[in-house]
Structure formats: structure tokens, C-alpha cells
């Protein structure tokens, strides 16, 4: 095969990866299972060859951030293995002017600084844009500070200054390090379960309250603030939703189907998730809780005795 023909089926599979990837959007996959998905879409591409990484490490993590960078974001590790949160994709880039498009979604580029998106104001047409990071805002508009990775190392860090002092002096040297966060959540998670649904609901009115004072430091009307505050309010609901439908959807036990050539892994039927495992659909549970919004969590229904067992509430 000549060079050129290597290329041309190099992005053909490309493509077909991409297209088996937003399949899963929403989802977190650990590494080794990106490159069963990959194996099983493409299963004569050469993962060491395209990437040029011949030998020892690094080959799928190469591949993942210069192919599909904008749809697999690295978010932690599990053990040696490391996870990414797979996003949608972003609309093809308008080179005129450098947006993105015309009409983003607010709560997905607000709060993931890993897609080098940056929110864009046109106070013409009273609309927000969005364009990448590295490309010049246009004339007429005006730029909303994006978050960066250590804005959330100080959400975090005001989460401890509302924490029982047991939590804080566990997590204030995990917060320290480099990487802290799938350690800070895990923490959180298995020792904390309360407080870990309580981060989350903090992380989401905090991340709303930085993208309202950062659209009054950019100078928009606060009419409009108001607006796109309600509207990102909406976005992160319907995000949130959709991502655990999709976790209900997906098991580790999937059966592979045709797609093509190709074979992806299935989602189970409603009969399967029946027999669902009770603490799987507790995590789920935990999962809802921790991106509902607090009105929301105070319409939760919970049987006394639940809240007795719990040490929440004295027994008459």
C-alpha cells in the first residue's frame, strides 16, 4: 500500500472511531476499554503505526489526544488505567471569523475548559457565540472569561470552608497535588457519601455563579445575564439526564452488533437492566443526585427509618 493510500484508509478509520465514539457521549471509558472499542470499529488499524509510537507506552494516548481530542477528555485514573469523559463534538470551525457556532451549548463550553471553547457575547443580535480559545474574538462582540483547571481547584477549595472539619483536614493535602481530583471524589465518594452529593451540588451553583459574574465583567446587560444564566440552568438538567439514561442503557456486559464491517458494543434491553445488581442502581441514584439542582433534591421523598438508619434523624 502506497502512502497515500495509508493515509486515506488511516482517515477513513479516523472517521469510523469518531462515529463509534459519539455513540457513548456523556459516558466515562477507561483506556483499555477505548481500545477494545477501537479494535472492534477498525480491526486492522494499526494503532502503533499511526501514531509512530512503535514500541513501549503512550501509543493510545498520542492517538487519543491528536485524533480525537475534541471528543475524549482524560479526567483521572482508575488503578493504572485512565479515564476519559467522552463529549459530543463541537460544529466545524467557521474560519472568517474563528466561531465555532452560533448557538452553544452554555454549561458544556462554560464548564469544560478541556474543550478550548470560549463563550462570545454579539450585543447586536443579543445572542452568545463561541469560538476556540486561540482564536481572536471578532469585532462587535464580547468575550466571557473562560473557567480554567484551577478555578475548580478553588471551588473545591471554598467547598472545604463549608465542610466538617473531619472532611477538610482529609482532603486539604489531597488538594494540593497536581492531579487531586479523582482522588478528592473517590475520598468523597466512599467514606463521605452525604457530603459527596453535597459537592456536587455546590460544584454546579458555584460553576453557574463564576459564568454570571464573569458575563457582568464582560459588560452584558444583566436582563441578558439573567437569561443565560436560566438557560444554562436548563442545559446542565437535560446534560445531566441524559447522561444517566445513558448509564442505565450501558452495562460491562455488553454484546457486540453489526455497524458496517465493524462491531460496537450493544446496550442491553429493558429486561437486562431489571436485573440490574441494587447497588448499581444506587449509584445511579448518587449520580442524579449529585447534578440536581437543590430545589429539586428537597422534593426527594426518603422514608424516616432510611434517615434514622443513616444516624440523620433521632428515633423518637
Request: with cysteine; net charge neutral; hydrophobic share 40%.
Amino acid at each position: 500500500m502506497s502512502l497515500n493510500e495509508n493515509a486515506n484508509a488511516n482517515d477513513s478509520d479516523v472517521s469510523r472511531i469518531r462515529e463509534a465514539l459519539r455513540r457513548y457521549a456523556g459516558l466515562e471509558k477507561t483506556g483499555s476499554q477505548l481500545k477494545s472499542l477501537i479494535e472492534a470499529v477498525c480491526p486492522d488499524f494499526n494503532l502503533r503505526e499511526a501514531t509512530g509510537i512503535l514500541v513501549g507506552p503512550g501509543a493510545l494516548t498520542k492517538f487519543l489526544a491528536t485524533e480525537v481530542a475534541d471528543l475524549v477528555q482524560p479526567i483521572g485514573k482508575r488503578g493504572g488505567d485512565p479515564i476519559y469523559l467522552i463529549h459530543e463534538s463541537p460544529a466545524s470551525t467557521d474560519d472568517s471569523d474563528g466561531r465555532v457556532e452560533k448557538n452553544p451549548d452554555l454549561w458544556s463550553i462554560f464548564s469544560s475548559p478541556s474543550l478550548r471553547q470560549q463563550l462570545i457575547y454579539s450585543p447586536s443580535e443579543k445572542r452568545m457565540h463561541s469560538k476556540f480559545i486561540d482564536s481572536p474574538t471578532p469585532d462587535g462582540y464580547l468575550a466571557i472569561k473562560p473557567l480554567e483547571k484551577e478555578d475548580f481547584r478553588e471551588i473545591s477549595r471554598k467547598f472545604l470552608e463549608i465542610a466538617p472539619k473531619e472532611i477538610s483536614n482529609l482532603l486539604e493535602e489531597v488538594l494540593e497535588r497536581e492531579n487531586y481530583y479523582t482522588e478528592w471524589t473517590s475520598i468523597l465518594r466512599s467514606q463521605f457519601p452525604l457530603y459527596y452529593q453535597r459537592w456536587g451540588i455546590f460544584r454546579v451553583g458555584t460553576i453557574k455563579e463564576l459564568f454570571r459574574e464573569n458575563m457582568r465583567a464582560s459588560g452584558l446587560p444583566e436582563a441578558e445575564i439573567q437569561q443565560f444564566v436560566s438557560r444554562m440552568e436548563a442545559e446542565q438538567v437535560r446534560a445531566f439526564r441524559e447522561r444517566v439514561s445513558r448509564m442505565v442503557q450501558t452495562t460491562q456486559a455488553e454484546r457486540p452488533i453489526e455497524m458496517g464491517a465493524a462491531k460496537v458494543p450493544a446496550r442491553p434491553s429493558r429486561a437486562a437492566l431489571s436485573e440490574q445488581p441494587v447497588h448499581d442502581l444506587r449509584s445511579v441514584a448518587r449520580a442524579a443526585i449529585e447534578h440536581m439542582a437543590i430545589e429539586d433534591v428537597r422534593r426527594i421523598a426518603i422514608p424516616l427509618g432510611v434517615l434514622i438508619d443513616a444516624g440523620l434523624l433521632r428515633q423518637p
